[in-house]
């Protein structure tokens, strides 16, 4: 008994209630380990390994025109550094671009196997945002079906006040159950086309 009270008070996540960072990723942290634990999903990080291809890419360019410059000092290397210092650019509006239209703050892209295998992974997607100083906490989820096309899509806004006690605390079993009634509410609205 002692052993499971003492597993409890770690898993427990305190945190500085005044930081609206730390309010959101433990929110979302707390969403995506429902999203996997409770509904077996997996998750799925090719909307992140795109950004590491874009940012790697960035850094080779970044290399080589340390290197280059490095053998052929500056009066020799301008021609290279000038296209290498604009493709950097260009690279960092990429990303700018990539994060600002096809991320859109999403936290979480998890796929729902079919047991029997036959039919393709559903995909969910779950994001959120808190505007400063209001304290409230947008949490959108997105079920995509992959052979259908269609998208289903609930949103809710909640206070933060709802999901922490006064010391700070996560409660793990509200999240939980905001999710739950989240996924439910996904699973019987219509679908967008």
């Given amino acids: 008994m002692a052993k499971e009270e003492s597993n409890m008070e770690d898993k427990q996540i305190k945190i500085n209630k005044w930081d609206y960072l730390a309010l959101k990723n433990t929110l979302d942290d707390a969403v995506k380990e429902v999203l996997i634990t409770k509904y077996n999903h997996v998750e799925d990080f090719s909307l992140i390994d795109y950004r590491l291809l874009i940012c790697t890419f960035a850094v080779m360019v970044a290399g080589f025109a340390l290197g280059w410059d490095f053998f052929n000092p500056f009066p020799k290397s301008r021609f290279v550094l000038t296209v290498c210092v604009a493709l950097y650019f ?7 671009l990539y994060t600002t239209y096809m991320e859109k703050g999403i ?11 036959f039919n393709p992974d559903v995909v969910w997607e779950a994001s959120s945002y808190i505007k400063k100083h209001t304290g409230m906490y947008y949490l959108t989820m997105v079920r995509k079906d992959t052979v259908g096309g269609g998208v289903r899509e609930r949103e809710i806004s909640k206070s933060v006040a709802n999901y922490f006690d006064e010391e700070g605390t996560l409660c793990q ?3 939980e159950n905001e999710v739950t009634k989240m996924r439910e509410a996904v699973l019987k609205s219509k679908k967008i086309e």
């Fill in 173 to 175: 079993d509200v999240v």
């Fill in 90 to 96: 260009i690279t960092m509006g990429a990303i700018t």
């Fill in 107 to 117: 936290f979480a892209v998890t796929l729902e196997r079919d047991e029997s295998g």
